[in-house]
């Protein structure tokens, strides 16, 4: 018996459609490896639809009071909250994720983001008028940028979708979003959310693959670009927005150092390092997968972080002792199969290195130690619950180990000395620098990286600005 699939549809000008030439693409759960969904695959004429409504919608949705924009988002942060279940369905058969996890760890934080960005809708302000030359006033205009076109990822679609079009909104600027080929579901049912709040062509959806992607950004109509994503995706994005000289903004990959002092308590750091390592199959670009230990307590704290991997389950969305659930897809379980299998003849798997089952794409969580700090797998993203760990003899061969990679999005320093804490937070070259602590994240607080981990930030005041322009506005004040 063959079980129809659901039909998923673009959401542009305030209803849903089909993409124009009708192509689409199956949708896996990564749980069960099964397709339960079709998604428009769109095509030139979906982007340039989806383009025209959010540049039609712009200028009235600009021009709404910032008062208005923050009550059109709080009304959007209360249905999120009345339809939590819905949208949890929708993520986990996305994702493949727990539920209970679902439910605890990311519609709260959802909503309170939508909400804080709400509030920020208040704050569009210049600094003071004043006169500068003999004569004349200078005033200065926060402005929104126009449209924005949005690239969200597969690891957190919910989440990343709200850090996008949550801010943009807020500062007056009108979405065209576009989820994960492999995760549309949540995002359009979010679509139909949003929908039923703000005027249409404010917030489109266009679902579809990485060419769908190129296609948005290539376009004419955005102000700007914003993506979620590799490296490589990236850099392709900033290449192609360079053609019209788009505003770019990048969160892209990480590599996230945690530096183990020997002066930590090691059960307490075990605990939490190895949760935020496994945390959502590791799938997290702040993820605590690279941990550099002091040489007095490496033996110790490996065997203690091995324990801690095997004690670790990872099973069905409605297994409630799971703490995560499959990677995403068939070829991100081949991505982290394949590091694991190139690990060089220095290298020891202390616990997993291996798939689980033969349904889904579920992997083990791992250890690995004896590694060098040019092994590919120190150097390169794995993307998957798996945590390295590397010897150091003293704090600066810990700077220079953790400084020494590509990627400088997040980081973490574990000791019982604040003097030393304070140094590290200073040389460390990374967005997020936690101390005692790894991965928790606030919206009143900044979240990007440098180098290639990207530019721009998500969340905050500093989120926010990103999505504004500045405007200087002189008058003569002469009779």
Same mark, same amino acid.
């Given at each position: 018996?063959t079980t129809?699939?659901?039909?998923?549809?673009? %959401?542009?000008?305030?209803?849903?459609?089909?993409?124009?030439? =009708?192509? *689409? +693409?199956e949708?896996?759960?990564p749980?069960?490896?099964?397709?339960?969904?079709?998604?428009?695959?769109?095509?030139?004429a979906?982007?340039?639809?989806?383009?025209?409504?959010?540049?039609?919608?712009?200028?009235?949705w /600009?021009?709404?009071?910032?008062?208005?924009?923050?009550?059109?988002?709080?009304?959007?942060?209360?249905?999120?909250e009345? /339809?939590?279940?819905?949208?949890?369905?929708?993520?986990?058969e996305?994702?493949?994720?727990?539920i209970?996890?679902?439910?605890?760890?990311?519609?709260?934080?959802m909503?309170?983001?939508?909400?804080?960005?709400?509030?920020?809708a /208040?704050?569009?302000?210049g600094?003071?008028?004043g006169?500068?030359?003999?004569?004349?006033?200078?005033i200065?205009?926060?402005?929104?940028?126009? #449209?924005?076109?949005?690239?969200?990822?597969?690891?957190?679609?919910?989440?990343?979708?709200?850090?996008?079009?949550?801010?943009?909104?807020?500062? &007056?600027?009108?979405? @065209?979003?576009?989820?994960?080929?492999?995760?549309?579901a !949540?995002?359009?049912?979010?679509?139909?959310?949003?929908?039923?709040?703000?005027?249409?062509?404010?917030?489109n959806?266009?679902?579809?693959?990485?060419? *769908? &992607?190129?296609?948005?950004v290539?376009?004419?109509?955005?102000a700007?670009?914003?993506?979620?994503? !590799?490296? /490589?995706?990236?850099?392709?994005?900033?290449? !192609?927005?360079?053609?019209?000289?788009?505003?770019?903004?990048? $969160?892209?990959? &990480?590599?996230?150092?945690?530096? #183990?002092?020997?002066? +930590?308590?090691?059960?307490?750091?075990?605990?939490?390092?190895?949760?935020?390592?496994?945390?959502?199959?590791?799938?997290?670009?702040t993820?605590?997968?690279?941990?550099?230990?002091h040489?007095?307590?490496?033996?110790?704290? @490996? +065997?203690?972080?091995?324990?801690?991997?095997?004690?670790?389950?990872?099973?069905?969305?409605?297994?409630e002792?799971?703490?995560? =659930?499959?990677?995403?897809?068939?070829?991100?379980?081949?991505?982290?199969?394949?590091?694991?299998?190139?690990?060089?003849?220095?290298?020891?798997?202390?616990? =997993?290195g291996q798939?689980?089952?033969?349904?889904?794409y579920?992997?083990a969580? *791992?250890?690995?130690?004896?590694?060098?700090?040019?092994?590919?797998?120190?150097?390169?993203?794995?993307?998957g619950?798996?945590?390295?760990?590397q010897?150091?003899?003293? $704090?600066?061969q810990?700077v220079?180990?953790?400084?020494? @990679?590509?990627?400088?999005?997040? !980081?973490? #320093?574990w000791?019982?000395?604040?003097?030393?804490?304070?140094?590290?937070?200073?040389?460390?070259?990374?967005?997020?620098?936690?101390?005692? +602590?790894h991965?928790?994240?606030?919206?009143?607080?900044?979240? =990007?990286g440098?180098?290639?981990? &990207?530019y721009?930030?998500?969340?905050?005041?500093?989120?926010?600005?990103? %999505?504004?322009?500045?405007?200087h506005v002189?008058?003569?004040i002469?009779g």
């Amino acid at each position: 018996m063959t079980t129809e699939l659901r039909r998923l549809r673009n %959401y542009i000008n305030g209803e849903f459609r089909d993409a124009a030439d =009708g192509r *689409t +693409t199956e949708v896996i759960n990564p749980a069960t490896g099964e397709a339960y969904a079709t998604a428009p695959l769109s095509g030139q004429a979906d982007v340039d639809a989806a383009m025209k409504a959010a540049a039609d919608a712009f200028p009235a949705w /600009r021009d709404q009071t910032p008062a208005e924009r923050q009550k059109a988002l709080l009304k959007i942060a209360d249905a999120f909250e009345e /339809r939590a279940e819905e949208l949890i369905a929708a993520e986990v058969e996305n994702t493949g994720k727990p539920i209970g996890l679902t439910r605890s760890e990311e519609i709260p934080p959802m909503v309170d983001q939508i909400r804080f960005f709400a509030g920020a809708a /208040r704050m569009l302000e210049g600094r003071a008028a004043g006169e500068y030359m003999e004569g004349l006033t200078s005033i200065i205009r926060r402005e929104p940028i126009g #449209v924005c076109a949005q690239v969200a990822p597969w690891n957190y679609p919910m989440m990343m979708g709200v850090w996008k079009f949550a801010p943009a909104l807020a500062a &007056g600027n009108t979405v @065209v979003l576009k989820p994960s080929d492999t995760t549309p579901a !949540s995002t359009v049912l979010m679509a139909e959310i949003i929908g039923s709040i703000v005027p249409p062509g404010v917030f489109n959806v266009v679902t579809g693959d990485r060419d *769908t &992607g190129r296609l948005m950004v290539e376009h004419k109509t955005p102000a700007m670009a914003s993506i979620t994503g !590799s490296v /490589r995706a990236g850099m392709q994005v900033a290449e !192609s927005a360079s053609k019209d000289l788009k505003r770019v903004h990048l $969160e892209l990959g &990480g590599k996230a150092p945690v530096v #183990v002092f020997e002066d +930590t308590d090691i059960a307490k750091a075990v605990e939490d390092i190895s949760m935020a390592g496994f945390f959502n199959a590791g799938q997290d670009c702040t993820a605590a997968t690279r941990v550099l230990v002091h040489e007095s307590i490496h033996d110790e704290f @490996v +065997t203690a972080l091995a324990k801690a991997a095997a004690d670790t389950k990872t099973g069905q969305p409605d297994d409630e002792d799971v703490l995560y =659930g499959p990677l995403n897809n068939a070829n991100q379980l081949k991505q982290v199969s394949g590091f694991i299998e190139r690990l060089p003849a220095h290298a020891k798997v202390e616990a =997993g290195g291996q798939r689980v089952g033969e349904k889904g794409y579920f992997y083990a969580p *791992t250890v690995v130690s004896g590694l060098k700090q040019d092994d590919e797998i120190i150097q390169n993203e794995v993307f998957g619950p798996v945590i390295t760990v590397q010897s150091f003899t003293d $704090e600066a061969q810990a700077v220079e180990y953790a400084n020494g @990679v590509d990627y400088a999005l997040a !980081s973490s #320093v574990w000791t019982k000395d604040h003097a030393r804490a304070m140094r590290m937070s200073k040389v460390l070259d990374f967005g997020c620098v936690w101390i005692n +602590t790894h991965i928790p994240l606030v919206a009143e607080m900044p979240h =990007g990286g440098f180098k290639k981990s &990207g530019y721009g930030k998500d969340l905050s005041a500093y989120g926010f600005d990103d %999505y504004t322009r500045i405007k200087h506005v002189m008058t003569s004040i002469e009779g």
